[in-house]
């Protein structure tokens, strides 16, 4: 299995609401992330997990609050995000070994979410 | 901060022709990589390249780690319609995982 699956494919919510996207992967890789994209931008970067600890926080708001409950899941829940917050919500996932593997991430199809 | 420079911004070529794309940082990186990314799907990886000097290909695509380590280039052969994406180069230069993204190549091809 070299996949990376991400649900919900698409996600309407309201500001007040409460809601988790959620990433998968057994490929047996140690690290897993998440990105935020814009159109036509490139991917941004929000967390990184090594080993199911979070490792890499880029100062994103705590309205996003991710969880690696072990090594093949991950999710990021949501709670009074704003209209701006709407995007494609990427999950990634590599080795997670210093070296050659560990930035080799292979991308899950995004969550695309938006904010009403 | 770290920035990848990739040019071109966008290319509409013939089918058939042949595609060149490049990035270039300010700093010297220790990974480069290229994905391409269709519309409402994530991006996909297609060459990794790791020691300057590399030279990889992957099919129609070549891909080289520039000699100084501050560049790279993807070369696309004889370009079909299912080539029509973004491409972005990435590149890293701690070895922790935290990629640096190019502004991506927006890449039509005309049948």
């Known amino acids: 299995d070299t996949e990376v699956t991400q649900t919900p494919k698409h996600l309407v919510m309201g500001m007040t609401n409460k809601k988790s996207l959620k990433c998968e992967q057994h490929m047996g890789h140690r690290a897993m992330y998440w990105y935020k994209q814009k159109a036509k931008k490139p991917p941004e970067l929000m967390f990184v997990?090594?080993?199911?600890?979070?490792?890499i926080n880029e100062s994103v708001p705590s309205r996003f609050s991710p969880e690696c409950p072990n090594s093949s899941l991950l999710n990021l829940h949501l709670h009074a995000l704003q209209p701006e917050d709407s995007a494609l919500y990427l999950c990634?996932?590599?080795?997670?070994?210093?070296?050659?593997?560990?930035?080799?991430?292979?991308f899950g199809p995004g969550t695309r979410l938006t904010v009403l | 901060g770290q920035q990848l420079n990739q040019s071109p911004q966008s290319m509409f070529i013939q089918e058939g022709e042949d595609v060149s794309m490049n990035c270039t940082s300010s700093?010297?990186?220790?990974?480069w990589l290229w994905y391409k990314q269709d519309p409402g799907e994530g991006p996909v990886l297609l060459i990794a390249l790791y020691k300057a000097g590399e030279l990889t290909s992957n099919g129609r695509l070549t891909a080289q780690f520039g000699i100084t380590r501050k560049d790279s280039f993807l070369n696309i052969s004889a370009s079909i319609p299912s080539d029509v994406g973004i491409y972005f180069c990435a590149g890293d230069s701690r070895n922790t995982g935290k990629l640096i993204f190019g502004q991506g190549t927006t890449l039509q091809v005309k049948p």
């Open positions: 990634a996932s590599s080795q997670g070994r210093r070296g050659v593997s560990y930035n080799e991430q292979f």
């Open positions: 700093s010297i990186f220790n990974t």
């Open positions: 997990y090594s080993y199911e600890k979070l490792s």
